[in-house]
């Protein structure tokens, strides 16, 4: 029930393109899904995040869509650019954050020029 | 305002000596947590700190691990007797309420 399901383990997009990363989860009582960037070497970064009263949620050329009934949300970037190619990850977690995060496995994105 | 710190970034330790990492949150936050990056995988949850108090440490292995943050400096996780499954990146995340900032990370290499 803690797990959070994400797909594809992989994604290779041309420039210009839209990315969609996918991820799915058990736990009724996740109430915060946030969407991280990780470069090689570095740290997560905040992306975008969402809360279960709101469809959609864009911020630029990022959107995140979230299907309560479905227990699925996605990432879609628009106009994917290389310096987009990162390994991304979904998260969600409970109880108005303080944060134990339940991590997806992690979408390696690759933007080709 | 800087970011989460965490040192040292690259720490290469031999079977059985002992490894702490260290991690200095963002100005203004209470909250620490601290996630375990095997290679090709996911951040896996381990502990969450408060000042003085650990809140939560579902995450934590029950032996040679520990986690403080105490009233002064960093919060420090340490790993005793280290083996060779526990190489790995250890990130260090400051929240002030909702949204967690995570440091780059250390990471460790257990030779």
């Known amino acids: 029930q803690q797990q959070v399901k994400q797909s594809p383990q992989s994604l290779i997009v041309q420039k210009g393109g839209i990315s969609i990363i996918n991820c799915a989860y058990e736990n009724t009582a996740f109430d915060y899904f946030p969407w991280y960037q990780q470069f090689p070497g570095k740290g997560p970064a905040l992306l975008i995040a969402?809360?279960?009263?709101?469809s959609e949620k864009k911020e630029g050329r990022f959107t995140i869509s979230f299907n309560k009934s479905a227990k699925q949300f996605s990432l879609h970037i628009m106009d994917s650019q290389p310096g987009d190619s990162a390994t991304y990850f979904c998260?969600?977690?409970?109880?108005?954050?303080?944060?134990?995060?339940?991590f997806g496995t992690g979408t390696l994105l690759a933007v080709q020029p | 305002n800087a970011g989460v710190m965490q040192n040292p970034r690259h720490l290469v330790r031999r079977r059985g000596q002992e490894a702490r990492l260290r991690c200095s949150p963002m100005k203004g936050h209470s909250h620490v947590y601290w996630y375990r990056q095997l290679p090709e995988e996911g951040l896996k949850f381990m502990v969450y700190l408060q000042k003085e108090n650990i809140i939560d440490e579902s995450g934590m292995p029950k032996e040679r691990f520990s986690a403080e943050f105490p009233k002064e400096g960093p919060s420090i996780l340490r790993i005793q007797q280290v083996v060779r499954g526990d190489s790995a990146a250890y990130f260090c995340a400051s929240s002030p309420q909702e949204e967690a900032f995570f440091g780059q990370g250390t990471r460790l290499t257990v030779v």
């Open positions: 998260a969600a977690s409970r109880g108005g954050a303080t944060n134990k995060l339940i």
């Open positions: 969402i809360r279960p009263d709101v």
